[in-house]
T-cell receptor, first 116, second 113 residues
Framework: AQSVTQLGSHVSVSEGALVLLRCNYSSSVPPYLFWYVQYPNQGLQLLLKYTSAATLVKGINGFEAEFKKSETSFHLTKPSAHMSDAAEYFCAVSPYSGAGSYQLTFGKGTKLSVIP | ETGVTQSPTHLIKTRGQQVTLRCSSQSGHNTVSWYQQALGQGPQFIFQ???????GRGNFPPRFSGLQFPNYSSELNVNALELDDSALYLCASNADRGTDTQYFGPGTRLTVL
């Protein structure tokens, strides 16, 4: 069984400040981890994914995340927030047994607000 | 643009009715997954189809069923609608089993009255 906990349902940062969105996971098998972004009235867009290669993963729009097995964490960061980063962010985990594609378990999401 | 489209955009039904939601994927996307996103929650995995066969199912009752067609389209059917079925329904597709990114459609907003 797998689960994801996102700490903080709402995070506010000033434009230009560091963005840090927290994600902790629980998984009984080696996990594959993802961060998605959702803009209002839109579907989900993949920011980045960890699939057991490098532990520091770089994604689109300047985001990156670091897989820390000892802490069971996969926090998302961006050095400098931009107004266009305001959206809801979801962390997700999936097993991959080789039998099929990713079947994602999502956290409840963190809404990011960027203050001018 | 993800190349995944869903129809309709919005839908209103009454309790007890049946509904069919549709998803159209990119050519070559043999895997399609459906998710339910209740208001203020993260998406929940409903089921996945690979080459027209069910390839995994989440914790949803049998009144949620699906079909996948050879033309890269798929359907989610929900029978005996309940108020709690009100949600955004998302489909996601990818080209190969486990090796490609899942691309999400914009979703169908279902309201059950």
């Amino acid at each position: 069984a797998q689960s994801v906990t996102q700490l903080g349902s709402h995070v506010s940062v000033s434009e230009g400040a560091l963005v840090l969105l927290r994600c902790n996971y629980s998984s009984s098998v080696p996990p594959y981890l993802f961060w998605y972004v959702q803009y209002p009235n839109q579907g989900l867009q993949l920011l980045l994914k960890y699939t057991s290669a490098a532990t520091l993963v770089k994604g689109i729009n300047g985001f990156e995340a670091e897989f820390k097995k000892s802490e069971t964490s996969f926090h998302l960061t961006k050095p400098s927030a931009h107004m266009s980063d305001a959206a809801e962010y979801f962390c997700a985990v999936s097993p991959y047994s080789g039998a099929g594609s990713y079947q994602l378990t999502f956290g409840k999401g963190t809404k990011l607000s960027v203050i001018p | 643009e993800t190349g995944v489209t869903q129809s309709p955009t919005h839908l209103i039904k009454t309790r007890g009715q049946q509904v069919t939601l549709r998803c159209s994927s990119q050519s070559g996307h043999n895997t399609v997954s459906w998710y339910q996103q209740a208001l203020g929650q993260g998406p929940q995995f409903i089921f996945q189809y690979y080459r027209e066969e069910e390839n995994g199912r989440g914790n949803f009752p049998p009144r949620f069923s699906g079909l996948q067609f050879p033309n890269y389209s798929s359907e989610l059917n929900v029978n005996a609608l309940e108020l709690d079925d009100s949600a955004l329904y998302l489909c996601a597709s990818n080209a190969d089993r486990g090796t490609d990114t899942q691309y999400f459609g914009p979703g169908t907003r279902l309201t059950v009255l």
